[in-house]
């Protein structure tokens, strides 16, 4: 008998903008953010088995990595196999391109790969209203995986909207080899906003997003979305992590338009002119001992390999 499998991509994400709200009764914060995802892509193979399992490869080192069935691409497939009544398994093989705990939702996207390699595996066809709902309960950025492209997030950043990005993006993602974690980053900046309760006030109830960065999107201009670049949890990855702050300045003095920490870091993404300024300035920061990737966006979202 032959053994089938399946092979899904999904691509990592940066934030062009993230407006943080207060934090919720449910520990999350209400967001308002765009997301675009990026030419870096995890790729899942699926295979028929009893039993669920997965492993890592790829050029990261995944070896600290956990595989026991809290990894979110077991809770994936099992997830999937519960909506449909599916009562068999999968062997989940991930190889990782998206930095871990780097801002750029990489464990995100191995979820979403893993629902659509699954569900066409097991011949499953939940179809993406009902994978976008599965989604949405394996964690904040697991729908934009799936969706891809640009998109508005509001709520914990799990519902959203198209938005229309004319033209590609090219940025230069400057890698971490130290991790930062989501809620730590969150926590911070509540600590942060407590002890300054003064400017706490002008926090916005109900994040919002600047026209004008949307109006940027939409006609296509690098120079103007630069102008618009806003992560209300770059100053809590600043805070815990300070040499980031020199990664940017670098960026910005060898030609960036502008620079961001990704998400809650410790990613930085370098917005760039043209795709010869992103090849330039990946030379410069690689020959000063830093991991730099040229990447283009938007990106699509979850789909067959
Ligand atoms: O949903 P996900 O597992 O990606 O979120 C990880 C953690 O990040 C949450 O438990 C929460 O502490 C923080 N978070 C938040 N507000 C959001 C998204 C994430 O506080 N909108």
């Not at 011949?123 to 729908?143: F, K, Q, R, S, Y």
Request: charged share 15%; net charge negative.
């Amino acid at each position: 008998m032959v053994t089938r499998s399946v092979t899904a991509t999904a691509p990592g994400k940066i934030n062009v903008c993230l407006r943080v709200g207060p934090l919720r009764d449910d520990g999350y914060h209400d967001v308002a953010t765009i997301y675009q995802a990026v030419s870096l892509l995890e790729e899942v193979t699926a295979t028929e088995s009893a039993d669920f399992t997965a492993s890592f490869s790829g050029p990261i080192d995944t070896s600290h990595l956990t595989v026991d069935e809290s990894n979110l691409v077991i809770r994936a497939a099992r997830a999937v196999a519960a909506a449909s009544g599916y009562t068999g398994g999968a062997d989940i093989q991930v190889v990782k391109r998206v930095p871990i705990a780097g801002g750029m939702g990489g464990g995100s996207a191995d979820a979403a790969a893993t629902l659509v390699a699954v569900d066409a595996l097991w011949g499953t066809n939940l179809g993406m209203p009902t994978l976008a709902e599965i989604a949405a309960t394996l964690g904040a950025d697991v729908p934009f995986a799936l969706h891809g492209g640009t998109a508005l997030g509001v709520g914990r950043g799990d519902v959203l909207s198209p938005v229309l990005a004319k033209s590609t993006f090219h940025w230069v993602l400057v890698l971490n080899e130290v991790g930062l974690s989501t809620p730590d980053v969150f926590r911070q900046l509540d600590r942060h906003r407590a002890e300054h309760s003064i400017e706490i006030e002008t926090v916005a109830i109900e994040p919002a997003i600047d026209p004008n960065l949307l109006q940027a999107l939409r006609s296509g201009d690098a120079k103007a979305l630069a102008e618009y670049l806003r992560n209300d949890l770059q100053a809590a990855a600043l805070q815990l992590m300070p040499n980031l702050g020199e990664t940017l300045e670098f960026g910005e003095t060898h030609g960036a338009l502008a620079g961001i920490v990704s998400g809650s870091g410790p990613t930085v993404a370098l917005l760039v002119a043209d795709e010869d300024s992103a090849v330039s300035l990946a030379a410069s920061l690689t020959a000063d001992g830093r991991n730099a990737i040229s990447v283009s966006a938007p990106a699509l979202g979850a789909r067959l390999d």
